[in-house]
T-cell receptor, first 113, second 116 residues
Framework: GQQVMQIPQYQHVQEGEDFTTYCNSS?????IQWYKQRPGGHPVFLIQ?????EVKKQKRLTFQFGEAKKNSSLHITATQTTDVGTYFC?????????????FGKGTKLSVIP | DAGVIQSPRHEVTEMGQEVTLRCKPI?????LFWYRQTMMRGLELLIY????????DSGMPEDRFSAKMPNASFSTLKIQPSEPRDSAVYFC??????????????FGQGTRLTVV
């Protein structure tokens, strides 16, 4: 089946430091999505990237989609305590009239005040 | 819209008992996913439906697990018999295949299952 690898598994940063998580798919993706899950909560959609080489920004968050549509990254500039949570990438695979969303294992971000 | 609704929110059951988890997707959505989340394995896709038809159940751990979607507004995930290793948070998510290509998944609050 489809596999999405995400690293690192955990990241501890001092408040104000930057943070990056990386995602890699074994096969070409139709799209890549990013989700955030707060402790005790459920995954919440952040953004979707569709085009090769696409870059999108949401305030301090920058999302990139690789040229080959197999990898992606999420970068947070100057982390804040509100950024705490687990960030998941999810690879969208479509074909033959069906669609599947496969999640990476996530990167758990801790921010030390 | 109330979003994806799952019930129960918490379930504690004894090993060997049957457990049924329920999900009501967002009205109009044509994809429904069942995920299981544990610390060890992360968020695993168990099965997904498109227009009420199961498309891929390769993630279902074993025959003890079964899922149904009798209509567009309801799905169940059943475990029979349950085992302690089934303890996890089970999420249901729904999505709409749209012309804008935005296939975002909307997650329910999850069901925390504990099998003792």
């Amino acid at each position: 089946g489809q596999q999405v690898m995400q690293i690192p598994q955990y990241q501890h940063v001092q408040e104000g430091e930057d943070f990056t998580t990386y995602c890699n798919s074994s096969t070409t993706l139709s799209n890549i999505q990013w989700y955030k899950q707060r402790p005790g909560g459920h995954p919440v959609f952040l953004i979707q990237l569709v085009k090769s080489g696409e870059v999108k920004k949401q305030k301090r968050l920058t999302f990139q989609f690789g040229e080959a549509k197999k990898n992606s990254s999420l970068h947070i500039t100057a982390t804040q305590t509100t950024d705490v949570g687990t960030y998941f990438c999810a690879g969208g695979y479509s074909g033959a009239g069906s669609y599947q969303l496969t999640f990476g294992k996530g990167t758990k971000l801790s921010v030390i005040p | 819209d109330a979003g994806v609704i799952q019930s129960p929110r918490h379930e504690v059951t004894e090993m060997g008992q049957e457990v049924t988890l329920r999900c009501k997707p967002i009205s109009g959505h044509d994809y429904l996913f069942w995920y299981r989340q544990t610390m060890m394995r992360g968020l695993e896709l168990l099965i997904y439906f498109n227009n009420n038809v199961p498309i891929d159940d390769s993630g279902m751990p074993e025959d003890r697990f079964s899922a149904k979607m009798p209509n567009a507004s309801f799905s169940t995930l059943k475990i029979q018999p349950s085992e302690p290793r089934d303890s996890a948070v089970y999420f249901c998510a729904s999505s709409l295949y749209g012309a804008d290509l935005l296939w975002r998944a909307f997650f329910g609050q999850g069901t925390r299952l504990t099998v003792v």
